[in-house]
């Protein structure tokens, strides 16, 4: 069964930092995988879908990498800003979706 | 804009009562939609892949009498809590794929307090 794992569990940072945030994955045998955002009280935001196929996507200061084979993904965060706190969370497409638990980001104004 | 739409995005009801929770593909058909729910600071959880037109297939430790699935079409499924408890209290999902491709889409979620 494919287990996915984030880290760190909770990262705060000042404003204006780039950090990045962990997933990793134990079957490499995915079709895709998704990053999304979720903030308190409300629902999924999708963030950035990467192909098995590809190696990284990037959305305005987001930066998403792949490495299928070691089983890791990367979501890179640039100029990091207060309202980019919230819990990001990574999902596995294999034959469905598996979901990490999530890091939970605080960006200190 | 949304391509699956789920409602109630948010919901209060009392202990015993059922609730019904619905999941639409606005843009595409699809045969299949799944439903997760998330307990606070936990995961995401998938409890059952719902098949139009058939029974749902649920995962171990979820209760199939108490979260009735419904799929009655290839663009509408149906998650009810029965007799809910305020420990069904939580934030259920849907997501769904269209028959060609492999992204899934998520609906909004739903969060469900029982009081």
């Known amino acids: 069964k494919q287990e996915v794992t984030q880290i760190p569990a909770a990262l705060s940072v000042p404003e204006g930092e780039n950090l990045v945030l962990n997933c990793s994955f134990t079957d490499s045998a995915i079709y895709n995988l998704q990053w999304f955002r979720q903030d308190p009280g409300k629902g999924l935001t999708s963030l950035l879908l990467i192909q098995s196929s590809q190696r990284e996507q990037t959305s305005g200061r987001l930066n998403a990498s792949l490495d299928k084979s070691s089983g890791r993904s990367t979501l890179y965060i640039a100029a990091s800003q207060p309202g980019d706190s919230a819990t990001y969370l990574c999902a596995v497409n294999g034959n469905q979706f598996y979901f990490g638990t999530g890091t939970s980001l605080t960006v200190i104004p | 804009g949304a391509v699956v739409s789920q409602h109630p995005s948010r919901v209060i009801c009392k202990s015993g009562t059922s609730v019904k929770i619905e999941c639409r593909s606005l843009d595409f058909q699809a045969t299949t939609m799944f439903w997760y729910r998330q307990f606070p600071k936990q995961s995401l959880m998938l409890m059952a892949t719902?098949?139009?037109?058939?029974?749902?297939?649920?995962e171990q430790g979820v209760e199939k009498d108490k979260f009735l699935i419904n799929h009655a079409s290839l663009t509408l499924s149906t998650l009810t809590v029965t007799s809910a408890h305020p420990e069904d209290s939580s934030f259920y999902i849907c997501?769904?794929?269209?028959?060609?491709?492999?992204?899934?889409?998520f609906g909004e979620g739903s969060w469900l307090t029982v009081v």
């Open positions: 719902s098949n139009e037109g058939s029974k749902a297939t649920y």
């Open positions: 997501s769904a794929t269209p028959f060609s491709g492999n992204t899934i889409y």
